[in-house]
């Protein structure tokens, strides 16, 4: 099992900034990667960005490449989520997600929902125009 926190969210205006903090714990030592979706109002949850274990491979989607840089500090089991020039179409929930015990890494997997193997209990993002 594997047991993740997300803090960090809250309300901005826009333009600013915010980082997304997700602590993992449990059986963490066989992750291939993790990764950030959101889900706002009325919509489906929508992939955001992802990184791999060791940190040398990212990718984001295209709404938020620019303004969003996702990080980990393995040595905390945490995955950080900088979020820049935020705008009001960001506001969601903000979800992080693990993916253990795969067979291998696949970009494929790495920016889809089931990809993912444990999801926390997400933390809200307002921004305001």
């Known amino acids: 099992q594997v047991q993740l926190v997300e803090s960090g969210g809250g309300l901005v205006q826009a333009g600013g900034s915010l980082r997304l903090s997700c602590a993992a714990s449990?059986?963490?030592?066989?992750?291939?990667?993790m990764g950030w979706f959101r889900q706002a109002p009325g919509k489906e949850r929508e992939f955001v960005a992802a990184?791999?274990?060791?940190?040398?491979?990212?990718h984001y989607a295209d709404s938020v490449k620019g303004r969003f840089t996702i990080s980990r500090d393995n040595a905390k089991n945490t995955v950080y989520l900088q979020m820049n020039s935020l705008k009001p179409e960001d506001t969601a929930v903000y979800y992080c997600?693990?993916?253990?015990?795969?067979?291998?890494?696949?970009?494929?997997?790495?920016?889809?929902?089931?990809?993912?193997?444990?999801w926390g209990q997400g933390t809200q993002v307002t921004v305001s125009s």
């Open positions: 449990g059986r963490t030592f066989n992750n291939v990667g």
């Open positions: 990184i791999n274990w060791s940190g040398g491979w990212t």
């Open positions: 997600s693990i993916s253990v015990d795969r067979a291998g890494f696949s970009i494929a997997a790495m920016t889809s929902l089931t990809g993912y193997d444990y």
